[in-house]
């Protein structure tokens, strides 16, 4: 028996998905930029930019796992390039929203001077539809906008050294929470920690989510009223602010 594929998503403890286990969110990423084939991490030689959008993701969306499983629900080839990138004047905030997959997921804000490394997915005409989709952005009922962020306002440098003068963002249509103050909190990166601290703080959310963590994650999970419910209650409890990038959303093509 031969030896395991070092390429492959579980060789590389990248192969939970949030989306089938809550609390990994935001999920593992690549330590490298590569590109994403089907359950392999290949190394990424060259990059063709034609007929692909570049979608920088502040979640669960740089998880290779995560996006096969998108992918794979809609029968869409998952082959993409995914870049790490230096971006400036992003922050990654808190949705001001209960996910209906059962976790808080990460949204940005705008955080003028500050930089962040982040991954680049780019997508063609199909895995673009795919992802729009699973971020609600064509449903009245979804939790995100894609919007633009102009080159002139973020700057968006590839390993390469090359400066985009665009890229796409999704950006929450309820906002992200606040830190107590007027400034958007970062999101932790992890969600016990997280969601034990926003539980602790009310006892409103105690009552309709638990009081840990696992049962926040179980009694929000597939329940759309109580995620709504938990989202209005973040507005009426005041724990919400705009993320700052809202001028930015606008009719999006699909190129």
């Known amino acids: 028996m031969g030896a395991p594929d070092p390429r492959t998503l579980e060789t590389l403890g990248l192969a939970v998905a949030p989306r089938e286990d809550p609390l990994s969110y935001p999920g593992a990423r690549p330590s490298r930029s590569a590109l994403l084939d089907g359950n392999r991490m290949l190394p990424l030689d060259t990059l063709v930019h034609e007929d ?19 992918m794979a629900e809609h029968g ?4 993409i390039p995914m870049v790490k990138a230096r971006v400036t004047g992003i922050g990654v905030g808190v949705s001001a929203h209960v996910s209906l ?20 997915t780019w997508l063609d005409e199909r895995q673009l539809a795919v992802v729009d989709r699973s971020e609600g952005v ?7 906008h894609r919007a633009a ?21 999704y950006v929450n ?12 909190r970062s999101h932790p990166g992890r ?18 989510f638990g009081a840990t963590p696992d049962e926040f994650c179980a009694r929000a999970r597939g329940n759309r009223a109580l995620c709504v419910r938990g989202r209005q209650l973040f507005a009426e409890m005041k724990w919400t602010t705009v993320s700052g990038l809202e ?9």
């Open 191 to 208: 969600q016990r920690p997280l969601i034990t601290e926003l539980l602790a703080a009310s006892t409103e959310l105690r009552d309709l």
């Open 101 to 120: 997959l059962g976790y808080m997921s990460a949204s940005p804000f705008h955080s003028p001077g500050s930089t962040s490394e982040l991954f680049i």
């Open 149 to 169: 962020l102009p080159a002139g306002d973020f700057r968006v440098e590839l390993e390469s050294g090359e400066v985009l003068d665009h890229a796409w963002i």
């Open 247 to 255: 001028q930015y959303v606008r009719p999006h093509p699909r190129s």
């Open 173 to 184: 249509r309820w906002g992200v929470l606040h830190n107590g103050g007027p400034a958007p």
């Open 138 to 144: 064509d449903s009245p009922t979804g939790n995100f």
């Open 76 to 79: 869409v080839e998952c082959r």
């Open 52 to 70: 692909r959008v570049p979608v920088l993701s502040v979640g669960s969306n740089a998880c290779p796992a995560q996006l096969v499983h998108k």
